[in-house]
């Protein structure tokens, strides 16, 4: 089952927060990083071989430890994010974001419509399989569309940066 955002919740009360970085497939090593006592991993597959496929394990190793489990994405492309999100990350980093629209693109692909273009599906990890109702699942949808943390990782060499943010920020 998919548990409650520590990190954003530790975030938002003003808390400091530590991390590991994993970017080998490994959900054993995930259970030594939550026993470490970190609030979360984030599970790199940008530079290892971390997949949709292969991620649930590892997310719930960490959720298993009460971390927040965080996915670095291979690339700024909305069925690669959405593949981790249904695996049931509780948030997505994006990385090489270099103009306001790939900032828009990646915060896009983590929200559901009417703030994203996210796909829904009830029968994966994130929606819980299906075990709720319909009317339950479009009020969750809704609130879903909020609550997964969307992270932008700026490349090299971004001289507009605060601009970026300002034109980005009517979905951010």
Not at 98 to 116: E, F, H, I, K, M
Not at 141 to 156: H, L, R
Request: aromatic content about 4%.
């Amino acid at each position: 089952m998919v548990q409650s955002h520590r990190l954003r919740r530790k975030l938002r009360a003003g808390e400091p927060v530590t991390g590991a970085i994993v970017n080998v497939q490994a959900p054993w090593f995930i259970d030594l990083v939550g026993i470490s006592g970190f609030d979360f991993v984030m599970l790199d597959a940008e530079h290892g071989p971390i997949t949709p496929e292969n991620v649930e394990l590892m997310i719930r190793a960490a959720e298993q430890a009460g971390m927040t489990a965080l996915v670095r994405v291979p690339a700024n492309v909305p069925h690669v994010i959405l593949g981790f999100l249904d695996a049931g990350a509780q948030a997505i980093q994006v990385p090489h974001i270099q103009t306001a629209d790939d900032a828009r693109r990646a915060v896009s692909a983590v929200r559901y419509p009417p703030l994203g273009s996210r796909g829904m599906s009830t029968m994966t990890r994130a929606a819980r399989a299906g075990g709720v109702n319909s009317s339950v699942k479009k009020a969750r949808v809704g609130a879903t569309s909020t609550k997964t943390t969307s992270i932008a990782s700026v490349g090299p060499g971004v001289a507009r940066w605060p601009r970026m943010v300002a034109s980005a920020s009517s979905i951010l």
